[in-house]
């Protein structure tokens, strides 16, 4: 069994940032990917990024350019850093670690985008 944890959300004005991170525990060596999701209210949860296998990252048109995934300093953590945040970003965030017949899902970190 893998765990997972996110941390990081909160209460941000348009325009701002913040920094979520995940960290995934127990039987890691199976960990392919790990992936961060979001979920708003009303709406289907919907890939924001990816870090892949070998380096590579992917990205949700939506943030391309202000969001940057990137690899935590300890072994199976990762991080997402927000920039320039709207209003419609707001949703619970969710960081999701692959196996090759599993996936694993934190609990979520809100992030509230308000004036």
């Known amino acids: 069994q893998v765990q997972v944890v996110e941390s990081g959300g909160g209460l941000v004005q348009p325009g701002g940032s913040l920094r979520l991170s995940c960290a995934a525990s127990?039987?890691?060596?199976?960990?392919?990917?790990m992936y961060w999701y979001r979920q708003a209210p009303g709406k289907q949860r919907e890939l924001v990024a990816g870090?892949?296998?070998?380096?590579?990252?992917d990205y949700a048109d939506s943030v391309r350019g202000r969001f940057t995934i990137s690899r935590g300093n300890t072994e199976h953590t990762i991080n997402l850093q927000m920039n320039s945040l709207k209003p419609e970003d707001t949703a619970v965030y969710y960081c999701?670690?692959?196996?090759?017949?599993?996936?694993?899902w934190g609990r979520g970190t809100q992030v509230t985008v308000s004036s």
């Open positions: 870090l892949i296998s070998g380096g590579r990252t």
């Open positions: 999701m670690a692959r196996s090759r017949n599993e996936a694993y």
């Open positions: 127990g039987n890691t060596i199976t960990i392919i990917n």
